[in-house]
């Protein structure tokens, strides 16, 4: 079965940086489009925030306004494993990360898009 496990979380100062990782199995994974979302504390799983997506090759990314030029994402088909740096970190950014996956083309922000989840990784940013 498809397997997603996160890793890298934990808690850091304001403007810091963490790089969180996922690791897939049971999944073609170059050909599997992946998500990076996050759920803050209090907010139900249905608004689970877009942070980013990654295309097959990795060519194509695109990011939510409130972490653009902050946050990257990259993959190693090789690997099996896609990343999210996360720089310049805030506050604001604390939450449980999900990486997610979906077959197919396109790029959707909609978590509803993803057939694929993680169990999800803790990142707290303290001011």
């Known amino acids: 079965q498809v397997q997603l496990v996160e890793s890298g979380g934990g808690l850091v100062q304001a403007g810091g940086s963490l790089r969180l990782s996922c690791a897939a199995s049971g999944l073609t994974f170059s050909t599997s489009v992946m998500g990076w979302f996050r759920q803050a504390p209090g907010t139900p799983e249905e608004e689970r925030e877009f942070?980013?997506?990654?295309?097959?090759?990795?060519?194509?990314?695109t990011y939510a306004d409130s972490v653009k030029g902050r946050f990257t994402i990259s993959r190693d088909n090789a690997k099996n494993t896609v990343w999210l740096h996360m720089n310049s970190l805030k506050p604001e950014d604390t939450a449980v990360y999900y990486c997610a996956a979906r077959r197919g083309f396109g790029l959707p922000h909609g978590p509803n898009e993803y057939a694929y989840w993680g169990q999800g990784t803790q990142v707290t940013v303290s001011s």
């Open positions: 942070v980013g997506v990654v295309s097959w090759g990795g060519e194509i990314t």
